[in-house]
């Protein structure tokens, strides 16, 4: 490390444990890590071990490079000179610490040195501040909504209401820059906590990108009507969109779909209302498709008699009463020319009611049983029973559908 560098260091270091830094806040910790360091004086020796320190806690950067040259030698041979070629490599490998602005160094302590024949070794003890984000860590993916044109601004934001009470995917955003621009300069402004630094840096990638196009027609009609005495308006709207989800690594694109709807409406406020209502429901359907191909329903959690089970859809995915169909994952299925994956051979293995909806999960009862807890399942969505019995708003006759899976199911 270059010694301005390690003498600037050192002073933010020491600026920062003089100075009361308190408690911690709730979602910012301070971290300690030791290593050594060795020297010809004991400054180097601490220089060395903050550096090592340093490395350990924040990684180290690798430059590698080879450089190639050729060296000629005169040789005599038989009386005549002739040339011997030689290929000569240079390897140069250049480590650089990293130094994070996220994890402010809030200063150090040696707690141990020796000194033997001026060979100094002194441990090091660095403190610095480390950011605990709010949210739990969860093994959701990442998606980002991103708008091809303006058509799309209504849809898109139905699309990320859905996907967020999905609780499927981590919905990223990338609409506050100017906002999260002023809060990192007020960071920098010296006004903040040095531990508030360890902000920083927290924003994720995104592991699909869902592109959304759109194209509308909009269009009035009025005539004449003879019998009323007055002119009569007909107002006529047709959309039009696709929506592609990519995959941000390899910009491959793992699924699409179109939707588009054509309405028609007597004023302008009634037109709005469709509008509004076929644009939720457009929403919802791409949701849905995109979830169940990314995260297919599943089962699993089997009772011990294979007649209860755990579907992992919640609340707005499936509804108490709906029918699913359930099939057992067979074989692998590859075509025999691209050797591309068709999927999995199927098997019915039978029916289930859904009989309670949590947010992230629901329960669903098969009354014939044959389940097994080491089973791989797959679930379809079967029609809706036509029995009386089952109405979501009715509590005792979705108890009795509780209680009652075979009738139901008649």
Do not use: C
């Amino acid at each position: 490390m270059d010694k301005t560098i390690k003498q600037r260091l050192l002073y933010i270091a020491f600026v920062a444990f003089f100075f009361n830094v308190g408690n911690a806040s709730a979602q910012i910790v301070e971290v300690t890590t030791e290593a050594l360091g060795f020297g010809e004086s004991r400054s180097e020796a601490v220089n060395n071990a903050i550096e090592n320190a340093m490395g350990k806690a924040f990684g180290i950067q690798v430059d590698a490079t080879t450089e190639t040259y050729t060296q000629t030698s005169d040789l005599s041979l038989d009386g005549k000179s002739k040339y011997k070629f030689t290929d000569k490599f240079i390897k140069s490998v250049k480590m650089t610490v990293n130094s994070p602005a996220n994890n402010p160094v809030l200063g150090y302590e040696v707690i141990d040195e020796q000194n033997s024949n001026n060979e100094w070794q002194v441990k090091i003890t660095l403190t610095y501040a480390k950011f605990i984000p709010l949210s739990s860590k969860n093994n959701r993916r990442s998606m980002i909504v991103l708008s091809t044109n303006s058509n799309t601004k209504e849809l898109r934001d139905r699309i990320e209401q859905e996907l967020v009470h999905s609780r499927r995917f981590n919905i990223l955003s990338r609409d506050l820059e100017d906002s999260i621009g002023k809060e990192i300069e007020f960071l920098h402004s010296g006004q903040a906590k040095a531990q508030e630094l360890s902000r920083l840096v927290q924003a994720k990638g995104t592991d699909y990108m869902l592109v959304l196009s759109a194209d509308s027609q909009h269009s009035s009609i009025s005539s004449y009507n003879s019998m009323l005495g007055k002119e009569i308006s007909t107002h006529q709207f047709i959309y039009y969109a696709s929506a592609h989800v990519v995959d941000f690594s390899t910009h491959e694109i793992k699924w699409s779909l179109l939707v588009d709807f054509d309405i028609q409406a007597k004023s302008e406020k009634e037109l709005a209302s469709k509008i509004d209502t076929e644009l939720s429901i457009a929403a919802n359907h791409i949701v849905t498709s995109l979830t169940s191909s990314i995260y297919p329903a599943r089962i699993s959690n089997v009772s011990a008699n294979g007649t209860r089970a755990i579907l992992n859809r919640g609340t707005g995915a499936i509804e108490i009463g709906q029918v699913v169909i359930i099939f057992t994952k067979g074989a692998k299925i590859v075509d025999t020319q691209s050797g591309e994956s068709l999927g999995y051979d199927e098997l019915i293995v039978g029916q289930g009611l859904i009989v309670d909806v949590k947010p992230k999960y629901s329960v669903v009862q098969i009354p014939d049983g044959g389940l097994t807890a080491n089973g791989q399942y797959i679930v379809r969505w079967g029609a809706e029973p036509d029995v009386e019995e089952v109405h979501i708003n009715d509590t005792d006759k979705v108890k009795n559908a509780k209680n009652n899976t075979q009738l139901l199911l008649q």
